[in-house]
């Protein structure tokens, strides 16, 4: 049984992370979050400690090393842009780091966090859960046993709507949050690149708080990409059946159908993890320079391939 630490435990994502601790056979020593709205606790790890200050967290981590009680990982569920300074929290605390997608907002963030990682001799484990989904691995199965040289023509569209209180939030600033691009896109460039092949050329069309669009040439594929969490871009057929996200990836045509266990992936990543097969640094190198990219280009609208939700 391992240890654990989490910072960030408030938060929407917190409770796959959890989870994740629980099904794995693992316990939770000590959380932390600003905020104390964390009676979801009380279903997984009710004695673990809490606390809503970091520096009482610190001080109550320094006491249990010093007591013998090793927390081998801290898991990271905080918001995007205090990812890195947590990382270096956990790893010099003695402690191997699991830190939710975006891992940083910027590549030079990486390259510091490097340093960290051999200073400390512990490891930093990003959660790329859509590299764990079997249709996604069948996927990669398929295009490594394909033609080497094709080029394939793939759309990628990811509407999943939010009301006023994301532009109050963190989220919705874009400094913290690295915009929508980075916020609810960057697990989808990890899936394609990691499937075919680094970017060779990344274009915006659209760049605005709520919605982005692009055109990413890969190795071997063709992207036109469009994200938003505008309720408004969601299809009427769909939106006519009451929902609210609108979810699709056709290659050639073909909709890669992943929507079924999309939320059970964290434990599948926990259970890498423990198996000493994680995701780690370079792994999140290519998603997170395509987001900066995005995040740092001017978009030029309605010129050349772009996406046909670009209106």
Same mark, same amino acid.
């Given at each position: ?42 279903? @997984? ?16 981590? &320094? ?7 090793? =927390? ?14 947590? =990382? ?12 939710? +997608? ?20 512990? +490891? ?33 569209? @990811? ?33 394609? /690149? ?16 709520? +919605? ?6 890969? +190795? ?8 938003? =969490? ?32 999309? /939320? &059970? ?24 320079? /395509?987001? @900066? ?19």
């Amino acid at each position: 049984m391992k240890n654990f630490g989490l910072i960030g435990a408030a938060g929407f994502i917190a409770v796959r992370h959890l989870r994740a601790i629980k099904e794995t056979g693992n316990n939770l020593l000590a959380a932390l979050d600003k905020f104390d709205s964390v009676g979801i606790m009380d279903s @997984y790890f009710p004695n673990a400690d809490f606390f809503v200050e970091f520096e009482r967290f610190d001080r109550h981590f &320094d006491k249990l090393k010093r007591q013998g009680q090793k =927390i081998d990982y801290v898991s990271i569920c905080t918001p995007n842009y205090l990812h890195d300074s947590h =990382i270096r929290f956990a790893l010099r605390q003695g402690a191997d780091a699991i830190c939710e +997608k975006p891992l940083v907002l910027n590549p030079w963030n990486i390259d510091a966090l490097g340093v960290i990682e051999k200073e400390t001799g512990h +490891k930093i484990n990003n959660i790329l859960q859509l590299r764990l989904h079997p249709t996604i691995i069948a996927l990669k199965e398929e295009i490594e046993n394909g033609p080497k040289d094709k080029i394939y023509d793939i759309d990628l569209t @990811y509407i999943t709507s939010r009301g006023n209180w994301y532009y109050t939030s963190w989220k919705g600033d874009v400094n913290k949050s690295g915009g929508i691009a980075t916020n609810i896109g960057v697990h989808f460039y990890d899936m394609l /690149t990691w499937i075919f092949g680094e970017v060779q050329q990344n274009t915006v069309h659209v760049l605005e708080a709520n +919605k982005a669009a692009g055109f990413l040439q890969l +190795k071997n594929a063709r992207v036109r990409w469009f994200l938003s =969490i505008d309720y408004n871009d969601i299809p009427q057929d769909v939106r006519e059946r009451g929902a609210r996200t609108f979810r699709s990836i056709t290659v050639e045509g073909r909709e890669i159908e992943f929507s079924d266990g999309f /939320t &059970d992936l964290h434990t599948a990543s926990y259970r890498h993890i423990l198996e000493g097969k994680g995701f780690g640094l370079e792994c999140a190198r290519q998603s997170i320079q /395509t987001v @900066y990219d995005i995040r740092n280009s001017k978009p030029i609208g309605k010129v050349g391939d772009y996406h046909p939700f670009v209106k």
